[in-house]
């Protein structure tokens, strides 16, 4: 279990968000909330976009709570497109490449939860990953597979359909394999403009997410960065919200989208 | 603010004290009970004692909890007087020599605590360290340089009387400087036979210390490493614990040993 | 490309080896002789059997030159055998599960050389790992992939016919796809009793190899660890050669392995 | 030894220089030219001025050749004046707080040479840093006491003579402590607007320095960044050069400043 923000509006300092909230993603590393891994220390990493199309990328292995590289890093890029996101891992290793955000392209994604008995259909979920978009799989988490699967479903033009095709196709290898364990995710996509975020489980228990809308700017979080609660909305279990620029945010029923897709 | 044990006794592989107990030093770098600091994810470092005089030293910054390597090392070097230490900074950076063990020539020091005021009278504090020891200072902690000048005060001769001086030197110099915060510490020196531990606060709030003495092995710890705590004794604030080839474990009052260095 | 050594013999101190001769691993990582790349400085390796039956490794991602570390497990462990390895990436991550030795219960493999055309038939390679080893695939390297497929292939029972079938194998997708660059490669594995090394390529321009037998103690090698040219043999490009406990080294040539494995 | 860059002048994408020319900072890491240290892999920093008074800074103890983080962070950071440094030790720690640039709120300074018998003379050093900087001393070169003790001398106000003042007093250091080796240095400083570089030796063999200048843009370099020589002048030995925003880059003499500050 992990804990992520995404932040979509005007050009902010990213320390605005990562480091100065008084519940800021740095402060989750130490101490989370609302999570079953308290503390998620095992590397975190920044992507933002700036004037090129592909995003920035800062990624590193150490606790994010003393990382004094990501504390000046924040403090001097300025960005109206980040994700940031810090790490506790459910197995794979703790490398750079683990860490999130990955990026392909200008598209950039990243993940919190687990695909249930990984370790047994690791190499039946690799599979859906196709040789186009093989040679971009640097690491061994699940989370990668999912970006890489979804991205050859199409993430980058339909991003909701996409990765319900993904959920999908997932859970039909763990059902087949006879995993009990179940798929839990939230996760966030953007191709640099539009802002896509994912809540599911199969068991109905997916991991928190909330978001704030003010002014046009969007903010989704797995945690609220301060207590106060009235100014946090929770996105339903199952559901997808999508802020395409200069429209208004819309939200979809997963399950619906995987009916669609399957 | 850290956790640390220390060994003696019969050859042991590491992992039966650093990795395998219910709440092992790993464990407590997670999730510590009697420590403000719970996570102590700042780096790690054991040394241990084989064929050589000089102990062998591995450090590194990453949480202890997810380091292969030490789970390794642990599992493969077996040792008859060992150290072991996870960290919580308190302020000085995290690289690899601000870890503990401290090593210098046969000796090796580890310490849990801080020197009240630091930052304002480290330069003062390092003054006390003679040119003899100067360039074995390789970093920037407050525990470095309590060993460097306890060695320059006798540490290799007269353990208890030498730390007691350099206590008394400090605590004078925090006085002088108006320093209002306590010097508190734990820590444990050996020069690869005798095992000396201790426990001192300036306003009676030492850290934690408890011992498992049995057959002749010693094991002295921040926090018991199981949760029977009939099998423990604490040390008490003040004391120090001196365990000598063949003798038996000698208790001394580092208040008196402060006022005879004095 | 990569340097390595491999030692079975008298037990030494690891520091022997790797860090004392004038031209020792260590040396080589700052400045190869007979390497296209003279430097090896993304990441390093060393493992050894102790008193158990799988071996202790420990791996980093920084210059071995500059591993205090390195240095000091090497001069505290003494093994029986062991394998030390300084990288120079051709592509991969520089994270420690790229890094060799690989470990496999109580199998250990290293090597030096590519796959050529390795980013296009990546997924295909991997494919040859069945899912009995492809829970073990944590890295993202060639050289893994090779250890893993030759495992299935029965490393373990027959080492020379395995890695024989496995450079087949893996010819046969070069050419399916093909890939006009080479596949070349040195390589050593051990079970902790028998010690195997392999020198090969596709276009008869296989990495150095060089090996000293003495008293029954075997060091193969890149590159002699010193100026004494004639203390060293070269194994003859398309060889094998194998040392089993209490048995004189045998060498086979390869290309026959292949063609009976074929 | 190690190389670096300094740039004041068109805001700039640090890849430009960093990474982009054909022997960008980043391939020196790999091969320097003019350097006893062909390899300088010891860590690496970049460090800028945006809209900020004070410098972003990153720094990282892998190579830089090999570092993606680097990489990405030149790609999307674009700036008016940077710093870049790629290390190779002379016998401290390889760690971040030892890599270049070193910042004091919002002055900046990286530097390249090297203190003679600095391990003898580092207590004397380090003394002459004041209380007032004294905690501002985060690691353990001598490139970072030379930049605190300028600082006590002046740097922030008069840069030429603050920094002429202090290697007059470490060169009476080292002569009174007997010290055979010399003192040789280039060196960079800035307040986020003038641009001061140094280049200096007690005994005329000071590292390369080198700079071009086109339409008020300055680049002062270890070696030039390609194999264009007609475009680059050397900066003599024992030569400063200021560039003060809006006049003339001015040449000053060290040792006539040293005379003065004597």
Redesign the interface.
Known sequence: MCRWLAYRGRPLLMEALVTEPDHSLIAQS??ADECKA??N??GFGVG?Y???DE?????????A??D??LK??C????SRLFFAHVRA?TG??????NCHPFVHGRHMFMHNGQIGGF??I??RV??L?P?EF??A????TDSEAIFLIAMANGLAVEPIPALAKTLGQIETIMREAGVTEALRLTAAVTDGETLTAFRWASDQKAPSLYYQEANGDLLVVSEPLDSDREGWKEIAQGCAMEARPGRKVERRCLAEAMRAAA
Chains 1, 2, 3, 4 share one sequence.
């Open positions: 130490l101490r308290v503390t220390g095992d933002w700036g004037e090129r995003p920035g990328l800062f990624r590193d292995v150490r606790p709570w003393s004094e590289n000046s890093i403090a001097h890029v300025r891992t794979s290793a703790v490398s750079r490449v370790d047994r690791k190499r690799e599979m990953i040789d093989y040679g799989r640097l690491g061994s």
